[in-house]
């Protein structure tokens, strides 16, 4: 894998779950990593705490999503966190993660409901790009977290895999408006991963095996499983692939 020694990166969510692991990752590759977070302190000061002690570089950034004027927020505290590390302000890698959901089938959605998923996974991803692109050196890297949801239909997740097909459709248009500078634009798909967001499908000796029975791998995904393609679509060695999404849900509906 080629280093990141030099670059600098920025990941949503970057908290808990596939986030953590990424902004890990990517620290441990040789990325300064801005630890995004909009509500957990606790927990994005722990990701901090575990790049910094394995050798990396971090520093957490807060800025909630989803709330009126979150990516200007966002971008100023960013840009400060910089100065204030000495670092020159620009972006390399930006990893597009944080997420929630709020379950549901067509009965069940609610304009709330739809209208905060889509401004998490689908809106702020969007002007996260757009104001970033002033700051984003050429040859930088865009990485969105989907969901496998968006082959495999999933009815109690309807509104968050529209969110998430909408997530996809950017990652197209993107990948195609930006790529005379070398920017790649990509997503990754997981499915079953063991994070606090699916604790419900892991809870139990029995949930647990009921979701590995779907993988062709007989087990869940780890956070680890998904971090390491996200650092692969990070690299250099992955300059000739975009506007794609990766599918890393171990095989599930195969």
Do not use: C
């Not at 809106?123 to 692109?133: D, E, I, M, T």
């Amino acid at each position: 894998m080629s280093t990141l020694k030099g670059r600098t990166a920025l990941v949503t969510g970057a908290g808990r779950g596939i986030g953590r692991a990424v902004a890990r990752r990517l620290a441990a590759d040789g990325a300064l990593v801005a630890v995004h977070y909009g509500t957990d302190e606790t927990s994005a000061g722990e990701t901090v705490r575990l790049i910094t002690e394995a050798g990396g570089a971090a520093f957490p950034l807060h800025a909630p999503l989803g709330v009126p004027d979150d990516v200007s927020t966002l971008y100023d505290r960013f840009d400060q966190g910089l100065t204030e590390l000495g670092r020159t302000t620009g972006l390399d890698i930006l990893v597009n993660n944080a997420g929630f959901n709020v379950r549901g089938a067509v009965a069940d959605v609610t304009p709330q409901d739809f209208d905060g998923l889509m401004a998490v996974h689908a809106k702020a991803p969007l002007f996260l790009v757009q104001s970033g692109l002033p700051r984003f050196r050429d040859g930088g890297r865009i990485v969105n977290v989907s969901s496998a949801s968006t082959r495999v239909a999933l009815p109690t997740s309807l509104a968050y895999t529209m969110a998430k097909a909408a997530l996809e459709a950017l990652t197209r248009t993107l990948a195609k408006e930006l790529g005379p500078r070398g920017i790649t634009v990509n997503a990754v798909a997981p499915a079953f991963v063991k994070t606090d967001l699916n604790k419900r499908r892991w809870a139990t000796p029995e949930g647990e095996a009921a979701h590995a029975e779907l993988s062709v791998f007989g087990r869940m995904g780890l956070t680890e499983d998904v971090a390491d393609i996200v650092a692969f679509l990070a690299s250099d060695d992955s300059r000739w692939v975009t506007g794609q999404t990766i599918d890393a849900s171990g095989g599930v509906g195969l």
